[in-house]
């Protein structure tokens, strides 16, 4: 039996509570909406909240991580296709020169999913402002040199996750 004088596990709203506190709300914010002190929620998050719940909270964070990596490789996809078309279009040269650019950036992918597989805590914040990312977006747009179009292209879409400059 947990301690019976926790008032946070005697609360008619624990099941909420809990489920608020696995998903990151703060102790302070957490006291105040359902009428109990601050140290009350933080020993109750401390002795009482349950494992299983903090691992869903867990699960959230790496869920955040891999979303991460597989937004890089949507862009990816969508430089490759813009290449393609430019190949199809009577630019093969052009198009081999940059594709061959950007299957290197395939292998810095590689390496960052890998990376975030191994680190599951590692959050998004993190992942964008990494060298790997940044060297993936300078090799892209480098790349993409030859196909001005793509290159603008590609920059809104690395614009649109938050980072770089056109
Ligand atoms: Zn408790």
């Not at 998050?45 to 494992?51: C, K, M, V």
Request: hydrophobic residues 40%; glycine residues 8%; aromatic residues 2%.
């Amino acid at each position: 039996m947990a301690e019976p004088r926790c008032t946070v596990c005697r609360h008619h709203d624990r099941p909420e509570i809990d489920r608020q506190l696995a998903g990151g709300a703060s102790n302070l914010g957490t006291a105040e909406k359902f009428g109990m002190s601050k140290d009350s929620v933080r020993r109750h998050r401390e002795r009482h909240l349950s494992a299983a719940l903090k691992a869903v909270a867990t699960r959230r964070e790496t869920q955040g991580a891999v979303k991460a990596s597989d937004r890089a490789e949507e862009l990816y996809s969508k430089a490759q296709r813009i290449l393609e078309a430019a190949e199809e279009a009577g630019q093969g040269q052009l198009a081999l020169g940059a594709i061959k650019e950007l299957r290197a950036t395939v292998e810095l992918l590689a390496k960052l999913s890998g990376e975030l597989d191994e680190r599951p805590q590692v959050n998004v914040l993190n992942v964008q402002s990494s060298p790997e990312w940044l060297a993936i977006q300078g090799r892209m747009l480098e790349a993409l040199a030859p196909f001005p179009d793509a290159r603008v292209a590609v920059a809104g879409a690395l614009e649109d996750m938050g980072e770089v400059e056109a």
